[in-house]
Each structure stands twice: as structure tokens, then as C-alpha cells.
């Protein structure tokens, strides 16, 4: 019942920027299975309502439909494509963005018992599970809200709450939880990502970004690997690579630059590594980019 007003309201209000009316809410509408590409996850609820997606993170495969939903808790560098969508029955998908900082807020309302205790080490980055009804209840009423300005205002905020609610109350609720806790295992993680990521060009030894997150070597290796499927020197390379693709598309001629911007002293293992991880030599990936129209894959896992 919910799922035929959802692909309804999802479809009647699907934008080619994938951007709506109410903050923080995106709507996907891809009416072909394109091959996979790479984007940063964001901290993202992604609600499938039609059609299929698969999404890669290092080693793991996540794979999620009609009525299922994924959850990301960290800003991860994933690959994914949908493997079901065609132009007479195109994807459908509803995105909403995790605040950190509405989380907490939720914690610090609810009861020190209404939530399960956590274990002490941090959880996966990315979870996949079946909607239940009152979570895609609460997102048919918050799309239906695109279609009343009038209450638009006031009512979104109330019912993004609620959804948010329905999330750290449901069966993913111990990832979105850690994302509002400052001092949660997967906090510490976040801030050794943000870090990288703000760093990616830069050496820099596995010690030192431990102790930026106040952990031990070991515990800092066990858990980033937890998170994001992949050692932190895996993460920085992955980083540099998506960098250095986004940079080709508006420098195509100059391969050698571009590596060396993204942290790259050796032409060679740029043009190695770079091939590996998009199927083509630079320069030649970098004309390709250049035909394309890009669109907004990372707003949506």
C-alpha cells in the first residue's frame, strides 16, 4: 500500500538534479542500468520504492530493492549502479540526509532504556534492511508535503524527526545511534576519515591518525576496517583516485600534474593504479569524462 503512493509521489516529483523543495530530501529517478561508478556515500537513508541498486565498499556488496533501505553512517567511497531500471519502469529512490547533530538531539530526549546497549566496537559503515510500514508511512507523509507549501515548513521538520526516530528505534538503529554520539567508536573513526579525506595528497603513518582518534594502533586498524571494508592506506588511495578523476575532467591534458596533485610521485604508478581502479589509462578515461554528462550519483547511494 505504501510502496504504490511512494513510487507515485517519488515519480511525479523526481527533479534531473534530484534535489526537492524540503531541505535535506533527494529523490532519484534513473531510467537506465548505467555501468557502475564511484562517489562518496554522504551519511545518507536511501529508500528503494522501484527497481534495484547494488553498491560495492571495498571487499562488500550490498544489494537492496523495491520496499528495502540503506543506511550510511560515515562518508564513505563506494561504487554502485542500479541494476534494474529502464524507461518504462524506472528506479525510484528516496534519499534523506543523517545530521549528526538531530541524532543527538533524539538521544538526549529519549530514555536511558529505550535503546539496546552497544557494543564498544564501532559498527559497519553501511547496513541494508526491509522498510518496515511506519517508516515508509512517515516518508509518504513528508513526500506528500512537496504538494502542500502551505504546511511544508512547519510539518517537515516534525516528520523528518519521526523518520529519524523510526531508524535509531529500528533493526539498523545501533549505526545511525553512533552518528550522534561524540564519543562512540564510530565518532573516533569519522574524525580519522574527515581526516584523510582533508589530507588524501599527504603521507602519512597509521600511528599518528590513530592517536588523532584516541585510539590504540590495534584498535584503531580493527575498527577503520570494520567501518569502511578497507585498511586506512586502501581508504587514502581510493580517495586519491576519485580526486584525480574529478580533476582529468577539467585538466585531460595533463596526466602528470593531476598525479602529482593527488599525492603521486611516480607517473607510473598513477597511470597503474589508475587503471586498475577505472578500467582505462588516464588519459584516455579523462576524454571520456570529458563526453559525458555527469550526474549526481553521490547524492544518493
Request: proline share 6%; aromatic share 6%; charged share 20%.
Amino acid at each position: 500500500m505504501y510502496l504504490d503512493e511512494l513510487r507515485a509521489l517519488l515519480d511525479r516529483h523526481a527533479r534531473p538534479d534530484w534535489t526537492t523543495a524540503i531541505d535535506g530530501v533527494l529523490i532519484s529517478k534513473v531510467d537506465r542500468s548505467d555501468p557502475p561508478s564511484q562517489s562518496m556515500s554522504g551519511t545518507v537513508l536511501a529508500v528503494i520504492a522501484q527497481g534495484a541498486k547494488r553498491l560495492a565498499l571495498g571487499e562488500r556488496v550490498y544489494e537492496y530493492g523495491a520496499g528495502q533501505y540503506l543506511v550510511t553512517s560515515v562518508d564513505l567511497p563506494v561504487t554502485g549502479h542500479f541494476t534494474e531500471a529502464t524507461r518504462e519502469h524506472p528506479a525510484l529512490g528516496f534519499g534523506l540526509t543523517l545530521e549528526p547533530s538531530a541524532v543527538a538531539g533524539l538521544l538526549l530526549q529519549a530514555g536511558a532504556g529505550d535503546f539496546p546497549r552497544s557494543g564498544g566496537s564501532a559498527p559497519q559503515g553501511i547496513a541494508v534492511s526491509d522498510a518496515p510500514d511506519v517508516l515508509l508511512d512517515a516518508v509518504v507523509r513528508l513526500l506528500r508535503l512537496l504538494d502542500e507549501p502551505r504546511d511544508r515548513a512547519v510539518l517537515a521538520p516534525l516528520v523528518k524527526r519521526e523518520i529519524l526516530w523510526r531508524l535509531i528505534t529500528g533493526e539498523q538503529g545501533g549505526i545511525v545511534r553512533q552518528l550522534g554520539l561524540a564519543d562512540s567508536s564510530l565518532s573516533h573513526i569519522a574524525r580519522a576519515v574527515r581526516w584523510i579525506r582533508e589530507h588524501y595528497a599527504q603521507p602519512f603513518k597509521v600511528e599518528d591518525v590513530a592517536q588523532l582518534s584516541s585510539m590504540s594502533v590495534s584498535a584503531f586498524y580493527r575498527n577503520f576496517q570494520t567501518v569502511t571494508a578497507m585498511s586506512p592506506i586502501q581508504f587514502q588511495k581510493q580517495i586519491r583516485l576519485q580526486e584525480a578523476r574529478l580533476l582529468l575532467a577539467t585538466h585531460p591534458n595533463d596526466v602528470t600534474g593531476v598525479g602529482q596533485r593527488v599525492g603521486y610521485d611516480n607517473p607510473s604508478q598513477f597511470s597503474r593504479e589508475y587503471r586498475r581502479q577505472f578500467g582505462a589509462p588516464p588519459s584516455r578515461d579523462a576524454a571520456g569524462l570529458r563526453r559525458s554528462v555527469r550526474t549526481p550519483a553521490a547524492a544518493l547511494p
